[in-house]
């Protein structure tokens, strides 16, 4: 049975990933500043990553508990932009994260996985995307401190991967990230398409986003490799190309736009992980709308 430290694992994401991986198998390792929810599989630790010791320990043996780790998933920090100030934001996150790849590093773990996000794609697109579907192929956008630190530690795992020829180290750009209470609120977006254009009317939801780590987890792909990692629809009702024609005039179409498929490319998950989304808020809607 693989071994595999969760760090944000009271998350959303979080949540959604260490039951995922219990689910097939893994024993999970479960690591938070807050207390898991009830139920929740694995062993849990409170650890302060900013503490490289404390990284190194996680990923090593914590006393008798465990000895050991063959994969770390990193999804703990600031989950965005505003929550705190942007030098508290930086200084959580980025050092962090450098402190999870260098404690892999030490304890020769050759598989880490860690939530990049989106928003270095030019997120809220007040400048308009250089195309549509965006994808892993252009230059980071960042335009946050938030962003800006996602940049950085894909700059780091792509230096630590070259260190290392035997490193996997996969950052997952997520879309917004919804649990199925949270489709009761997508009917109120539906008569203005302005409200969700800051990300191109993208989302994943929490279980997928777990299927992407957990196949993340199982790749040969070695080195640094950037995914984006959405759902196959969006947010919206409307077709996807009206949407873009309405909010992006001028920007170039690169492919036809078939329905209500997301415009944030899922294309290179697909070929590379075998990722294909599950659930769609159009099979929860009426569900969420009930609870």
Same mark, same amino acid.
């Given at each position: ?6 760090? +944000? ?51 090593? +043996? ?29 200084? =959580? =996150? ?24 989106? /928003?270095?794609? $030019? ?19 960042? =335009? ?54 800051? =990300?191109?009317? +993208? ?15 199982? /790749? ?53 992980? +075998? ?10 809607? $009426? ?5």
């Amino acid at each position: 049975m693989a071994r595999v430290v969760v760090t +944000g694992s009271s998350g959303k994401l979080g949540q959604a990933v260490v039951t995922d991986l219990a689910e097939h198998g893994y024993d999970v390792v479960t690591v938070d500043q807050v207390s898991p929810p009830p139920g929740q599989p694995g062993q849990f630790t409170r650890a302060d990553l900013t503490d490289l010791g404390q990284v190194v320990e996680l990923l090593t +043996g914590v006393d008798d508990r465990y000895s050991g780790v063959d994969a770390v998933v990193h999804l703990a920090a600031i989950p965005a932009p505003g929550l705190r100030t942007s030098g508290a934001t930086f200084h =959580n =996150n980025v050092p962090s994260t450098f402190d999870v790849f260098q404690a892999a590093k030490i304890a020769g773990v050759k598989k880490v996985v860690w939530a990049s996000s989106e /928003t270095v794609l $030019g997120l809220p697109f007040d400048v308009p995307p250089p195309y549509v579907p965006v994808d892993e192929a252009y230059a980071v956008l960042p =335009n946050s401190t938030y962003s800006l630190g996602k940049a950085v530690e894909e700059e780091m795992a792509r230096h630590f991967a070259r260190w290392d020829p035997e490193l996997s180290i996969i950052g997952l750009r997520f879309s917004n990230v919804m649990a199925l209470a949270d489709y009761a609120e997508f009917p109120s977006w539906q008569n203005d398409a302005k409200r969700r254009r800051w =990300n191109l009317w +993208g989302y994943i939801d929490a279980r997928d986003g777990a299927q992407a780590v957990r196949l993340a987890v199982e /790749t040969e792909v070695k080195g640094f490799e950037a995914f984006v990692i959405a759902n196959a629809d969006t947010v919206m009702e409307r077709p996807s190309a009206d949407l873009v024609a309405e909010e992006f005039p001028g920007v170039e179409v690169r492919c036809p736009l078939e329905g209500t498929e997301t415009l944030l490319s899922i294309d290179k998950a697909r070929r590379l992980l +075998g990722f294909e989304p599950q659930h769609s808020w159009r099979d929860a809607v $009426g569900h969420a709308s009930s609870v």
